[in-house]
């Protein structure tokens, strides 16, 4: 068993004070609870789990000035510099942000019901099965290619550290990527800590669920029209799937999920990228928890400038030292073309 990254401090949970919760992390990997199976029961620290949505109260759609976009270059350009990305560099790949302002709300499944409750289980493979096509098959954006186009001249990036578990940014070429939060098409065991392929153990679960694999093009259209994208999949609690090959423990997605705290091993390669890095460069996060924050506050602390560009407000904002708003695209193809 390798849990000690599961600190009691749940250093993941929502920032107190803040609207929402939500870690940048896919839907697939959260398609699950509406109605948690733990009951609203509270948990230290505050509000339990919020329904991820946008931020009450946010401004989104600002734009800034050319002039200053142009400064966020100069102050990056040359210069060793750290990025942290998040959801909105994926929504353009048909991945949706989970507190932009086309959020729809809802309540993420957490570690603790995933692991305790076999109809869980059940029921987030059940509807992950259904949407894994769909995010099997998103491929990077322009936000993805135009920030791998950028490295190393004008900007050599010590590192790409994501709070996405999409493998995007791999896909499009960023070297190195730092998985904050894991990968949704990688499987761990909860025991022995195996990886293994979400591809494999998708068509193992196809062929053990014979009934719904027949129905799948059909319950995926389903899901492709519903508003958030998610799969409502009837019966889920007779859906079939397997436990680890290797020791007959629990498989789940190898992603963070609410309750767990990123893999210690992970968060040191991340804060060696910042370590290496003269300036932080945030680019569509919200930044609304620690896992994502905590590097801001570590780049302030070190007096390493950091830029955060972000279409609505960020948790950080009073502590960058330039705050950007834009669409990501357009942002990161002006500096493409700055840097002629
Ligand atoms: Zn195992």
Request: include cysteine; charged fraction near 20%; glycine fraction near 10%.
């Amino acid at each position: 068993m390798s849990r000690a990254h599961r600190s009691d401090t749940e250093p993941d949970a929502p920032v107190p004070g803040t609207a929402g919760p939500a870690a940048d992390v896919g839907r697939w990997f959260s398609t699950a609870a509406r109605a948690p199976l733990d009951g609203p029961g509270p948990t230290r620290g505050g509000p339990r789990l919020p329904a991820w949505g946008p931020m009450e109260g946010a401004q989104y759609g600002l734009r800034s000035v050319p002039d200053e976009i142009d400064a966020g270059f100069a102050l990056l350009r040359g210069r060793p510099v750290a990025v942290l990305t998040g959801a909105g560099m994926s929504t353009g790949s048909g991945l949706p942000d989970y507190r932009g302002r086309d959020a729809v709300p809802r309540s993420p499944m957490t570690y603790q019901e995933f692991m305790r409750h076999d109809l869980a289980r059940r029921r987030y493979w059940a509807r992950s099965t259904v949407g894994w096509e769909q995010f099997r098959s998103a491929r990077p954006g322009a936000t993805h290619r135009l920030l791998a186009a950028l490295d190393p001249t004008p900007l050599p990036l010590t590192a790409v550290i994501t709070q996405n578990v999409d493998g995007l940014h791999a896909a499009a070429g960023s070297d190195p990527v730092v998985d904050l939060h894991g990968r949704l098409d990688r499987v761990r065991c909860q025991q022995c800590d195996a990886l293994s392929a979400r591809t494999a153990l998708h068509q193992r679960m196809l062929s053990m669920n014979p009934e719904l694999a027949a129905r799948l093009p059909e319950l995926a259209a389903d899901a492709a029209q519903a508003p958030d994208g998610d799969a409502e999949v009837d019966r889920t609690s007779t859906f079939r799937y397997p436990p680890c090959a290797l020791c007959g423990g629990i498989l789940k997605p190898d992603v963070v999920s609410f309750g767990e705290s990123a893999r210690p091993e992970v968060v040191a390669a991340a804060f060696a990228a910042l370590e290496a890095a003269e300036a932080l460069l945030v680019l569509g996060s919200s930044l609304t928890v620690q896992s994502g924050l905590r590097f801001v506050r570590a780049a302030g602390k070190s007096g390493k400038d950091v830029v955060i560009l972000n279409d609505g407000p960020t948790r950080a904002d009073p502590e960058a030292t330039l705050r950007l708003h834009g669409r990501l695209e357009d942002v990161l193809a002006r500096w493409s073309a700055l840097a002629g």
